[in-house]
């Protein structure tokens, strides 16, 4: 019986990008409500890219249904605005890695109204490679909560990290 890695996230990203999660199954290898989160990210998720710590990603209270993460990259009028040189950074996150059984379910709720590109990838050799192995494809424009649901393919024994990249257009929200 395969297991399902179940990660039903609350994603919001349009001048910002959040995800939570929700499970209840027993098969379920990482759940992650982040509802006990005060701020930044959980600190077992790991965090590379290239965007300044004021636009990555933090614990924030409007998601689907609760606690998120929110990836916030609008510009507030400042210097990092009038030059856009935040436009084309990211902010990328890491689930801690989860040795599976065989495939996988992935399931999170996002949504980006009005931010850069916003993409999801499956990592089965600890976080090493992901770019191949697409979950979400890049998605702009998504105004309401949506739900993504996928089964990705995996090994017994293979080391599995879901990877969340946000990537910011320097919106002026004025």
Not at 141 to 165: E, H, I
Request: net charge neutral.
């Amino acid at each position: 019986m395969n297991k399902k890695l179940l990660y039903l996230k609350r994603m919001a990203l349009g001048l910002c990008l959040a995800f939570c999660s929700v499970s209840v199954s027993a098969d379920v290898y990482l759940n992650e409500t982040f509802d006990k989160l005060g701020s930044g990210v959980p600190a077992d998720w790991g965090r590379s890219g290239d965007i300044v710590a004021k636009f990555q990603f933090t614990a924030n209270s409007a998601g689907y249904s609760g606690m998120c993460l929110r990836f916030d990259s609008h510009c507030d009028g400042g210097a990092l605005c009038n030059d856009q040189t935040m436009k084309g950074k990211s902010d990328i996150l890491m689930t801690p890695t989860v040795v599976v059984d065989g495939n996988v379910m992935v399931s999170f709720w996002y949504r980006n109204p009005a931010g850069g590109e916003f993409a999801v990838y499956a990592s089965r050799d600890n976080g090493a490679t992901y770019l191949s192995n697409i979950v979400l494809e890049p998605v702009t424009g998504v105004a309401n909560w949506t739900l993504c649901q996928v089964a990705v393919p995996a090994n017994a024994g293979d080391k599995f990290k879901l990877v969340f990249v946000a990537t910011s257009n320097a919106s002026d929200p004025k």
